[in-house]
């Protein structure tokens, strides 16, 4: 008995230095985990931002991923500054830039009254190695915007409305997503890409002018389909997670790499910081609040092709500052055949709307989007 009494310091001492080096082997694996690692280790909602957020996660070594967003953003009634302004009074007290010129008014006569644009976006991403994703993406985009037209060159009479229309692929964008920092908790890296110009700058159409004619011209910038000019992409994205709980935060910029485009001008530059929180309330469900602000500068320069008594061809008339609130849905599959794949869906509207105006103000932006990585 006193053999198996002195043995129990021992049994203790053993058990705890087996014990110890339990808890040692599974801290040092843990501080060995990336970020990516803790959100990706199987399917779970809130391994990724929400759907209206780009280039928010990294890959690891070898892995593809491929996705399809499709958004809507609805425009109705104008704005200058804070100040909502009617048709009315932007068609008898707004001055026309183009005054002087034949058949152009003193002031604007065409008013736009609603638009929307549809965008299908469609990306793929690749990982040639643990701190490096590349990705890539192309749109294709449909906008619509309806207009009243007064008649003659002063008063309220309208002489009528119509609908300009302009559809097809958007600048191809392609970016770099590089690691800066990663552990189970936070995650970090620089996004830095480049916009090319495959969208078309001259599209045209039929409209309706103050004295009743029907000629086809040249739409404003805010119809066209790209930019024109090679922009730069440069962003920082953070990230972090714990247990069901996940948030994050991005910066991204819009920077024109050249003066001018063909026609003549180039859009302003453009940036945007956006913040998120999202809670996982099971491996198959988050949902996310976020906040996203944006300002803009206005166009510089001109396209001598677009003259017209309308807002829109007013460079002037483009950019201001905007800060919407939007709530969002991640689901994910578990098993089977939909083990993996991503469906989300996010609608945000203005909290805020600063314009360089007259110019039309967004009402709301919804997307939905499908993502599998393989």
């Given amino acids: 008995m006193a053999s198996l ?19 040692a082997s599974v801290g040092m694996c843990a501080s060995s985990l990336t970020y990516a690692d803790y959100a990706d280790a199987s399917p779970n909602a809130a391994g990724h931002a929400p759907i209206g957020v780009m280039g928010d996660h990294m890959h690891k070594k070898g892995e593809w991923m491929f996705s399809y967003r499709f958004m809507r953003m609805h425009m109705e009634g104008n704005r200058t500054g804070n100040n909502n302004v009617s048709p009315a009074t932007i068609a008898t007290t707004v001055p026309n830039r183009f005054f002087g010129r034949p058949m152009q008014p003193p002031t604007l006569r065409v008013v736009p009254t609603k638009m929307t ?84 700058i001259k599209e045209s159409d039929d409209v309706l002018t103050p004295t009743g004619t029907r000629p086809t011209v040249r739409l404003p910038y805010a119809m066209q ?25 991005q910066y991204l910029a819009e920077i024109r790499l050249e003066s001018e ?7 302003g530059d453009r940036h945007a910081v956006t913040a998120w929180a999202a809670y996982q309330w099971a491996p198959w469900i988050s949902t996310s609040l976020r906040l996203d602000a944006m300002t803009q500068d206005s166009i510089d320069g001109i396209d001598s092709n677009i003259v017209a008594p309308v807002q829109t061809a007013d460079p002037d008339n483009y950019g201001g500052e905007r800060v919407d609130a939007l709530f969002g849905i991640n689901l994910v599959g578990q098993s089977g055949v939909f083990r993996g794949h991503r469906l989300a869906f996010e609608i945000g509207t203005p909290v805020l709307q600063d314009l360089n105006g007259p110019q039309m103000e967004t009402d709301w932006t919804a997307t939905v989007g499908w993502q599998k990585a393989f």
């Fill in 225 to 249: 389909l790209g930019t024109g000019t090679f922009d730069l992409l440069p962003g920082i994205t953070y990230t972090g997670r714990v247990e069901n709980v996940s948030w994050g935060a």
């Fill in 261 to 267: 485009n063909d026609e003549g001008y180039a859009f």
């Fill in 117 to 200: 644009m549809d965008m299908h976006m469609f990306g793929v991403m690749y990982a040639p190695t643990n701190d490096l994703t590349l990705m890539g993406m192309v749109n294709y985009i449909k906008k619509d915007m309806d207009h009243l037209t007064f008649m003659g060159p002063t008063g309220t009479a309208i002489r009528g409305g119509f609908t300009t229309r302009s559809q097809g692929f958007g600048d191809v964008k392609l970016s770099g997503l590089y690691r800066l920092y990663d552990d189970p908790i936070h995650h970090f890296h620089l996004n830095l890409g480049i916009s090319l110009p495959t969208g078309d």
């Fill in 5 to 23: 009494n002195n043995d129990k310091p021992m049994r203790r001492a053993k058990w705890s230095l087996i014990f110890r080096s339990l808890i």
